[in-house]
């Protein structure tokens, strides 16, 4: 039997920066109203494209796991904001890391789009086709808001988190998993006005990014935790075995309610959402890699990821560490330099919702 151990953990986060109190001047909000429902303090705004995000953390993930980029046979990412549809994005990933000749594919599952891929990554190793791949989650939610509609401009950010698999003997790596979908409420979370079903000669207005907050508040929760549990019962893993929960970020009180529905301690649960709002699929992948440079992770810890996306798509899966947790080398791949702030770089857009 062969495994697909994280040998590699990168991420992007660009550097433009947008408070709660800045976020106030665009819509009518405020700071106390978001961090008391959302737990969010600040978001990024990407002045780059989703491809730069997932490039530079794709470099880090391969520096870290001190493998060359000649070697990957698979770019996988997951993103529901690509840069281009055709080419794909992973092609102008594959390009930039150097990663010649290898697979390049977008998988798109919303939110739950990087654990969907890394489950599919690592079926591929496990079933011999390939030795190693680079999972991707890199997303440029700010590039869909509204910024006339307060219930989505607060939520979501940009940026990007990867990890490099490799085949190995040992049992380590995506030891369960569960992915599902509950297609009959796709519409309660969903994007208006864009792909090949809107009419492109006379497009019915910019799209727009819907949802019904209270809703998927409760079936994330119930989704999350029941996929948990069938994760928990595959592997045969008891609560108090869990050392970390790396959960979605989507909302603190989401979060907050799968922990206590499995029970585990506050110092075991892996939290960013203050810093960096919902980044989508990325939100694992970068939660994933903060785990592990925090000291959260240790060596061999049993980590349970769960989450709930468009779709209505869920995933929970476990993960095994193995015995490393500091990087074989460093890269040194950063973003050009961004000269304006987070509420420059949306001031358009902002200004174009409200006509
Ligand atoms: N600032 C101030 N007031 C606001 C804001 C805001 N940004 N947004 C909504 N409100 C108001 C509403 O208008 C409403 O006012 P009313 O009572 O006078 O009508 C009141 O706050 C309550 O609105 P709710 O939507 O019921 O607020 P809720 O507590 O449910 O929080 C939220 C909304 C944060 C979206 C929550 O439902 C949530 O996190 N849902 C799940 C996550 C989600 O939907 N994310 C987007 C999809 S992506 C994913 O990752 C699954």
Request: aromatic share 4%; no cysteine.
């Given at each position: 039997m062969s495994y697909a151990h994280i040998t590699g953990w990168g991420k992007c986060i660009p550097p433009a920066r947008i408070s709660n109190d800045e976020i106030s001047q665009l819509v009518d909000t405020n700071d106390e109203w978001i961090t008391s429902r959302t737990g969010i303090k600040s978001r990024r705004v990407s002045h780059v494209s989703t491809a730069e995000l997932a490039t530079v953390a794709a470099k880090h993930a391969i520096a870290c796991a001190g493998?060359?980029?000649?070697?990957?046979d698979l770019v996988l990412l997951a993103t529901c904001?690509?840069?281009?549809?055709v080419a794909n994005t992973a092609s102008l990933v594959q390009k930039n890391i150097g990663a010649i000749g290898a697979a390049a594919m977008d998988t798109n599952a919303a939110c739950s789009g990087f654990l969907y891929a890394m489950q599919a990554a690592t079926a591929q190793i496990q079933a011999g086709m390939i030795k190693k791949a680079v999972v991707i989650a890199a997303e440029r939610m700010t590039w869909y808001v509204?910024?006339?509609?307060r219930d989505s401009a607060v939520l979501f950010g940009d940026g990007a988190g990867a990890v490099v698999l490799e085949a190995a003997d040992t049992p380590a790596g995506l030891l369960g998993t569960k992915t599902g979908c509950d297609?009959?409420?796709?519409?309660?979370l969903h994007i208006t006005?864009?792909?090949?079903?809107?009419?492109k000669y006379s497009p019915a207005g910019p799209s727009d990014l819907l949802f019904e907050g209270r809703e998927i508040f409760k079936r994330a929760v119930k989704g999350m935790s029941e996929a948990c549990d069938d994760v928990l019962t595959q592997a045969n893993?008891?609560?108090?075995?869990?050392?970390v929960l790396v959960p979605h970020q989507a909302n603190l009180r989401i979060i907050q309610a799968i922990q206590h529905r499995l029970k585990?301690?506050?110092?075991k649960v892996m939290v960013n959402i203050g810093e960096y709002g919902n980044t989508s699929a990325a939100t694992i992948a970068i939660a994933l890699c903060e785990a592990v440079e925090q000291g959260?992770?240790?060596?061999h810890a049993n980590i349970m990821s769960a989450a709930f996306g468009a779709g209505l798509t869920w995933a929970a899966s476990y993960i095994k560490w193995g015995?490393?947790?500091?990087?074989i080398a460093i890269s040194d791949a950063t973003l050009p330099p961004c000269e304006q702030s987070g509420l420059e770089l949306v001031a358009a857009a902002a200004a174009a919702c409200k006509q």
């Open positions: 493998i060359d980029a000649k070697d990957i904001t690509p840069s281009t549809m509204n910024w006339d509609r297609s009959e409420d796709r519409d309660i006005n864009f792909g090949s079903d809107i009419d893993l008891s609560l108090d075995e869990i050392d585990v301690d506050d110092e959260l992770i240790k060596p015995d490393r947790v500091k990087p």
